[in-house]
């Protein structure tokens, strides 16, 4: 394998993408869930195992979590999102006051993730008003469209103070939800809110000064303070909260709304924008006690155990299913394509690991300073370069370049990671200064690095597929066919693990992996292969897919075979393809 085959492969992914693009899209089914977890406890103990089964009976797309309750616990959320399928997680740092922080992890690539702060929202460089951040993602959901969630965790307490300041948290995530890089994409706002819609009106129903008892680093807004001196602060955080979009109406099935049991109030809360709401939705509480009760929204796999509920949080999580609208963009408008090469990347901590990319430019007129970026809270350095035909750096790092229409742009990109990182999959940026940034795609513009403190096997791999345009066609549901696979080891020796998925969609396919000579000669075959390799070897496999009498539609976006190469459980090495039938 020579890497001279990277532009020539990238091209064919980036080009058969933007083919499929130009059509429109019907809208689509999404359950979504929110859960305060009260920390999520180390692999293996009882409340862990609780939480792992909660969330798998629900089976929610995406889902966010608050009381995450230390680092410690967020590196525990990055184990429970593995263990269930998520492979992309955002988090919120902890504070501005103690160590809880939200989270949301999603089934569905995230193109975007930023955690708000009071300066943010404010304008005042001096605020400190947020008791937690609040965490806005953007994920791709697929055919084009977009879902935007803002995952909060409102100050809890009945003081006139504590209600203060979830009254003020509350007005802040509506300043949140009128973000007018996003206006056009449909919003749910979800979290514990520390609030039952039942509590009536408060006492006093406007703040028209701030409280005296504060802790000491508080420090209201600027814009809080004018507001007070005005018309004053609502004390009623569901009044923002009905700004932002429609309160649903979720039950437990025997009818109760509790979503915290030990108090009997409802305190965790979905909203839908209406462009959501418009559509349909359904939301449940969901109780393990309720399980045989009639009426429920479909599970998955097997009752629970009364007990699994209140082992694994104090809070009941609440879910939804939604209809998200198809965007329905005419392809003219769509402009940004990308795609990257290689898929995988493993490397030790404080070493580089590089790749390359493209973007295509499907719009008609220039696309004006386009680059690439790293997404926030990836703990690593990031830099790009242009490059020419011949895949060779050109021009000075980090500067944007202008795209014509029709016209592609090659990339060369650096990350050096900081700390470890398990496989973390990084929806790299691509955007241009006069366009929306191009929709993430897991494994066609997505990113996995890997860093360890010690070295590791770094597997470099291009997949091909018998019609050479990255796509393994079976004619017929029932058919069987092949996609291979080159990987040459950049890294140091180690023992690799080679297993074949297909991100965990459920496609009706068969698949073992067997590994060949340079000849295309098959060695050994298994569902999972162990293979010992060393330095600068060159490693040869070949992936039989089988159908299993059901169609698959040609969805590029979704619808991907991957091959992964681990060591010592981390992916060091991956390649992805497309499959359909017919």
């Known amino acids: 394998m020579k890497t001279t085959d990277a532009p020539r492969t990238l091209g064919l ?135 935007r969630f803002i995952v909060a965790h409102l100050k809890s307490g009945s003081t006139n103070t504590d209600e203060y300041r979830r009254a003020l948290e509350a007005y802040r995530l509506t300043q949140l939800a009128q973000d007018a890089a996003y206006q056009d994409v449909p919003l749910i706002a979800l979290g514990d809110i520390n609030a039952d819609l039942g509590d009536g009106a408060l006492s006093p129903t406007y703040f028209t000064s701030i409280p005296t008892d504060l802790p000491t680093a508080f420090v209201t807004g600027a814009d809080i303070q004018a507001l007070l001196a005005s018309e004053g602060l609502r004390n ?122 493209s973007i295509i430019n499907g719009g008609t007129s220039t696309a004006t300073g386009c680059h690439l970026a790293l997404p926030g809270g990836i703990p690593a350095t990031f830099s790009y370069q242009i490059t020419n035909t011949a895949n060779i750096p050109v021009g000075a790092p980090d500067t944007p370049v202008d795209i014509p229409p029709g016209g592609s742009q090659g990339f060369v990109f ?75 080891n950049i890294g140091a020796p180690g023992n690799l693990e080679i297993v074949a998925d297909d991100g965990g969609r459920g496609l009706p396919l068969g698949l073992e992996v067997c590994e060949t000579d340079a000849a295309g000669q098959w060695l050994t075959c298994g569902t999972r292969l162990d293979r010992a390799v060393g330095t600068d070897e060159t490693l040869y496999f070949t992936v039989i897919v089988r159908g299993e009498h059901e169609p698959i539609p040609f969805d590029p976006a979704k619808n991907r075979l991957f091959l992964r190469m681990k060591a010592e459980g981390t992916t060091v090495g991956a390649t992805n393809v497309a499959v359909t039938t017919g």
Not at 469 to 484: N, Y
């Open 13 to 147: 992914a980036i080009t058969l993408f933007f083919s499929y693009l130009s059509g429109a899209y019907p809208d689509q089914d999404l359950r979504v869930a929110t859960w305060n977890i009260e920390t999520i406890s180390a692999p293996g103990t009882p409340q862990y195992a609780a939480a792992t089964a909660v969330l798998g009976r629900i089976d929610a797309d995406i889902v966010a979590v608050q009381e995450v309750a230390s680092d410690t616990d967020a590196s525990y959320l990055d184990q429970l999102a593995l263990d269930l399928g998520y492979p992309y997680v955002a988090k919120a740092p902890g504070g501005p006051f103690g160590s809880d922080r939200a989270a949301l992890l999603s089934a569905y690539p995230i193109t975007w993730s930023d955690f708000a702060s009071s300066v943010q929202l404010s304008g005042d460089p001096q605020a400190n008003d947020l008791t937690r951040y609040l965490a806005e993602v953007v994920v791709d959901v697929g055919q084009e469209d977009w879902l």
């Open 236 to 357: 009623d955080p569901f009044h923002f909260l009905g700004q932002t979009g429609l309160i649903l109406d979720a039950v437990q099935l025997d009818g109760g709304d509790s979503t915290r049991p030990s108090s009997g109030r409802r305190l965790d809360y979905l909203v839908a924008s209406t462009d959501l709401t418009t559509l349909g939705v359904a939301a449940q509480v969901y109780d393990c006690s309720d399980e045989g009760l009639p009426s429920s929204l479909p599970l998955a796999g097997s009752a629970l155990d009364s007990s699994v509920c209140p082992t694994a949080s104090d809070h009941l999580p609440v879910f939804a299913d939604v209809v998200v609208p198809t965007a329905n963009t005419d392809p003219s408008e769509r402009r940004l394509y990308s795609a990257i090469l290689p898929y995988a990347r493993a490397v030790m901590t404080g070493e580089t690991a590089t790749g390359f990319a």
């Open 414 to 488: 650096a990350l050096t990671p900081s700390v470890p990182l398990p496989a973390y999959e990084i929806p790299l940026r691509f955007d241009c200064a006069n366009t929306p940034p191009a929709l993430s795609h897991r494994g066609l513009n997505t990113f996995i690095l890997s860093a360890k403190e010690t070295p590791q096997p770094d597997m470099i791999a291009i997949g091909a597929t018998l019609s050479n345009d990255g796509v393994v066609r079976l004619a017929t549901p029932e058919a069987t066919t092949v996609f291979s696979t080159a990987a040459v």
